[in-house]
Nanobody, 123 residues
Framework: QVQLVESGGGLVQPGGSLRLSCAAS????????IGWFRQAPGKQREGVSY???????YYAASVEGRFTMFRDKVKNTVYLQMNSLKPEDTAVHYC?????????????????WGQGTQVTVSS
C-alpha cells in the first residue's frame, strides 16, 4: 500500500521559515515524479513545485527564490524548504507522486497524494 505522509506545517510569522516533509512508504520516490501543491481557503489547488525523478525542480513564480524542494533517497522522503514566508502562502500543502519520468505540472497527472499539512503565515 502506497502512503505519503506530510509533516512540518504550523503557524509562523511573516518572514519566517518552515520545512515540510513528505515521507513515502510502499514506493521508492527516487523513481517517481514529485509535486507539491497547495490550496488556500476559497481557492483552487495550485502547483508550487515539481520535479522529475532526475533533474532540477521547477517552481511557481510566486515561490521562486524562496522555496526549495529536495529529496533524501535514504529516508525516502521529499522536503519543501520554505523561506521568507508571506501571508499569501497560507494554505494546506500537499505532496504528490506518480511513477513517470517527466516533469508533471498538472494535478491530474499525479496518482498518490498525502493528507496535507496546514501552513499558516500570520503575525
Amino acid at each position: 500500500q502506497v502512503q505519503l505522509v506530510e509533516s512540518g506545517g504550523g503557524l509562523v510569522q511573516p518572514g519566517g521559515s518552515l520545512r515540510l516533509s513528505c515521507a513515502a512508504s510502499g514506493v521508492a520516490l527516487t523513481h517517481y515524479a514529485i509535486g507539491w501543491f497547495r490550496q488556500a481557503p476559497g481557492k483552487q489547488r495550485e502547483g508550487v513545485s515539481y520535479a522529475a525523478p532526475i533533474g532540477d525542480a521547477y517552481y511557481a513564480a510566486s515561490v521562486e527564490g524562496r522555496f526549495t524542494m529536495f529529496r533524501d533517497k535514504v529516508k525516502n522522503t521529499v522536503y519543501l524548504q520554505m523561506n521568507s514566508l508571506k501571508p499569501e502562502d497560507t494554505a494546506v500543502h500537499y505532496c504528490t507522486a506518480v511513477f513517470k519520468g517527466g516533469l508533471m505540472a498538472r494535478e491530474q497527472e499525479y496518482e498518490y497524494w498525502g493528507q496535507g499539512t496546514q501552513v499558516t503565515v500570520s503575525s
